[in-house]
Every structure is written in structure tokens, then in C-alpha cells.
């Protein structure tokens, strides 16, 4: 039996640039799939590292709006403790009740006078009481008239109070004056 070869075979300059050919293609796919990788794996890198960044500026804005809130509640700490103090400061320094106009008249009452009544309407005061000398009470008035806190200080009325008008019987007097609308306590 004979054999035919029906294929055409190649010259073997054909062959070497088939061969030629079939490298380049090996090679230029390799290079082009090494770049697409390259880029891919870039690509993945950039991703993971926006995304640590995004987690990273995430749990920083949660810990700087946990320090906002804090923040906010101090300051609303803050003005509560402001009005607490200024009312506080309104009651020491602006008092609405005569204890402290009390404390300094007491304080200026020489030993032998002797308070009975102490009236205030708004910023009018009124002083009534007795003493045994006439000196001492105008010592007293001119005591009250040297403070910061009164101004007006009048002595309206010094009368005797028994009927025998001797000079061993209580003097009874009545002070009048006004309260000073910026006096400060110290």
C-alpha cells in the first residue's frame, strides 16, 4: 500500500516564522496579561486602602462627635451653672430681703440705742426706736448717712417719751432714708 500525504507541508523558512509568530503572540499575551494584573492588583491595593481610610476617618468622626456631645453637654452644664450663678450673685449682691440691711445697721447701732421697728416698702426705709441721749442718735444717723448702702438719711422725729420730759427718760426717734439702688455687699 502506498501512502499519499495529502497535507501540504511547509517550507522551513515558513515554519521559522510561524514559530517566530506563535513566541511573539506567547509573549505579547503574557506581557499584556502581567499588565492587566498589575493594574488589577493595583486597582485591589487602592481599594483595600481606601477602605481602611474610610473606616479610619469613620471611627475618628465618631470618637470627635462623642467629643462634640460632651462638649455640648458642658456647655449646657456651663450655662445652667451661669444662671445658678448669677442668681446667686443677684441674691448677694442686689438683696431683696432686709437681713442684710439689718446686719449693717446693727453693726452701726451704738450701745444705748435701741431699735423697736424696722419698716422697708421698695427702696424707702423707716427706723423707729429709743435712746437715753440725743448725742447717740444723731451719732447714729450720721453713721448710717457715711455708709454706702442708705442715702437720704433724715432723723424726722426725737421725742421724749414720758411726760415728765426729764433727762434720765428714753428719747424716742424715727429715722427715715432710702435704700441705694446700686449697692453692692462685699
Same mark, same amino acid.
Given at each position: 500500500?502506498? @501512502?499519499?500525504?495529502?497535507?501540504?507541508?511547509?517550507?522551513?523558512? !515558513?515554519?521559522?516564522?510561524?514559530?517566530?509568530?506563535?513566541?511573539?503572540?506567547?509573549?505579547?499575551?503574557?506581557?499584556?496579561?502581567?499588565?492587566?494584573?498589575?493594574?488589577?492588583?493595583?486597582?485591589?491595593?487602592?481599594?483595600?486602602?481606601?477602605?481602611? !481610610?474610610?473606616?479610619?476617618?469613620?471611627?475618628?468622626?465618631?470618637? @470627635?462627635? %462623642?467629643?462634640?456631645? @460632651?462638649?455640648?453637654? *458642658?456647655?449646657?452644664?456651663?450655662?445652667?451653672?451661669?444662671?445658678? $450663678?448669677?442668681?446667686?450673685?443677684?441674691?448677694?449682691?442686689?438683696?431683696?430681703?432686709?437681713?442684710?440691711?439689718? /446686719?449693717?445697721?446693727?453693726?452701726?447701732?451704738?450701745?444705748?440705742?435701741? $431699735?423697736?421697728?424696722?419698716? /422697708?416698702?421698695?427702696?424707702?426705709?423707716? $427706723?423707729?426706736?429709743?435712746?437715753?441721749?440725743?448725742?447717740?442718735?444723731?451719732? *447714729?444717723? /450720721?453713721?448710717?448717712?457715711?455708709?454706702?448702702? *442708705?442715702?437720704?438719711?433724715?432723723?424726722?422725729?426725737? %421725742?421724749? /417719751?414720758?411726760?415728765? !420730759?426729764? %433727762?434720765?427718760?428714753?428719747?424716742? *426717734?424715727?429715722?427715715?432714708?432710702?435704700? !441705694?439702688?446700686?449697692?453692692?455687699?462685699?
Amino acid at each position: 500500500m502506498k @501512502e499519499f500525504n495529502l497535507i501540504k507541508t511547509l517550507s522551513p523558512q !515558513k515554519k521559522q516564522r510561524l514559530i517566530y509568530w506563535l513566541y511573539l503572540t506567547i509573549i505579547a499575551f503574557v506581557l499584556i496579561f502581567s499588565l492587566i494584573t498589575i493594574y488589577a492588583i493595583h486597582g485591589i491595593y487602592s481599594l483595600w486602602q481606601y477602605k481602611t !481610610k474610610y473606616r479610619n476617618l469613620k471611627n475618628t468622626i465618631a470618637y @470627635e462627635q %462623642t467629643l462634640l456631645n @460632651e462638649i455640648k453637654s *458642658f456647655n449646657d452644664q456651663h450655662s445652667i451653672l451661669k444662671k445658678k $450663678l448669677a442668681k446667686i450673685d443677684k441674691f448677694l449682691h442686689k438683696p431683696a430681703n432686709p437681713c442684710h440691711y439689718l /446686719q449693717i445697721i446693727s453693726s452701726l447701732i451704738p450701745e444705748e440705742v435701741a $431699735l423697736t421697728t424696722y419698716k /422697708q416698702e421698695k427702696k424707702s426705709m423707716q $427706723l423707729e426706736g429709743h435712746a437715753f441721749g440725743m448725742q447717740q442718735v444723731i451719732a *447714729f444717723s /450720721q453713721a448710717l448717712k457715711t455708709t454706702d448702702v *442708705f442715702d437720704k438719711i433724715q432723723l424726722t422725729s426725737l %421725742t421724749h /417719751q414720758a411726760s415728765n !420730759k426729764s %433727762t434720765h427718760a428714753p428719747l424716742r *426717734f424715727v429715722i427715715k432714708g432710702t435704700i !441705694k439702688k446700686n449697692f453692692i455687699l462685699s
